[in-house]
């Protein structure tokens, strides 16, 4: 048996720091109850999205240089804190074609412009083939940042960007808009339908201060047309239906 003495030495090295007692404790006997606070109204995060887009610095400028000033100021959205660089659109704003990319790849953020590299090659040399200068066209992604690690945007973030976009739009109003890709054309014609239901055919773009319709034409993304021989076929054709269409209205 222990002595008292050899007890409490056993139990601090055990690590023991309570006495118990033999009489049991209710711990629930005249137990306050604990206030209840009335929960928080729910905002949706549309409305929440609706209630950023409708003071958006973007609606707030009247030409390409405010715009781009804009985006370099904005802090709404953290995409920009984890981009290497911010994509700003290329060309000028009053040409009649307008190239919509995708979301900034790793090869875009990394030297800060839109269509970069490989990207470049492949849209100047399929312009190149319809005579349409690359140069004449203006060029912009779909959003001004990469997402971090290439991850797919969220529709929040697509959201707070997006009206960058529409307000350059409404301020130049072009007559022909190309998408690169099937995001940009899911996203402008507000439309959830598979790619295959869009591509290979001219589409009407609508939206608020535009009194008339734009045309738009979804084409595969450069990185697609890229490595499948197929797709450059299909997309040839498109250019060619594009060249014919843009001739026809001249």
């Not at 950023?52 to 781009?68: D, P, V």
């Not at 804009?70 to 060309?91: H, P, Q, R, W």
């Not at 959201?159 to 808009?177: S, T």
């Amino acid at each position: 048996m222990y002595d008292h003495l050899s007890l409490l030495q056993l139990y601090s090295e055990w690590g023991i720091d309570e006495n118990l007692t033999s009489v049991s404790i209710n711990h629930l006997e005249n137990r306050k109850p604990i206030p209840t606070l009335p929960l928080p109204k729910k905002q949706s995060v549309s409305t929440k999205i609706i209630t950023k887009t409708n003071r958006h610095s973007a609606f707030q400028t009247n030409n390409l240089q405010e715009i781009n000033q804009a985006i370099l100021e904005f802090k709404d959205c953290s995409l920009k804190n984890t981009a290497m660089n911010t994509i700003l659109s290329v060309g000028d704003p009053k040409s009649h074609i307008y190239i919509i990319g995708d979301v900034p790849d790793a090869d875009e953020d990394r030297s800060g412009r839109v269509f970069a590299d490989t990207g470049n090659f492949w849209l100047e040399q399929m312009l190149d083939n319809i005579d349409i200068s690359l140069d004449a066209c203006f060029r912009i992604p779909l959003v001004p940042w990469r997402p971090p690690g290439g991850r797919q945007i969220s529709t929040n973030e697509l959201e707070l960007c997006l009206p960058f976009l529409y307000k350059l739009l409404i301020l130049y109003q072009p007559r022909y808009i190309l998408t690169i890709g099937q995001l940009p054309a899911k996203t402008l014609l507000k439309t959830p339908v598979n790619f295959n239901q869009l591509k290979n055919q001219w589409h009407s773009f609508t939206y608020s201060g535009i009194p008339n319709p734009i045309q738009l034409f979804p084409l595969h993304h450069l990185s697609q047309i890229n490595i499948n021989a197929k797709i450059r076929q299909v997309t040839w054709k498109n250019l060619l239906y594009i060249r014919a269409t843009i001739d026809k209205n001249t």
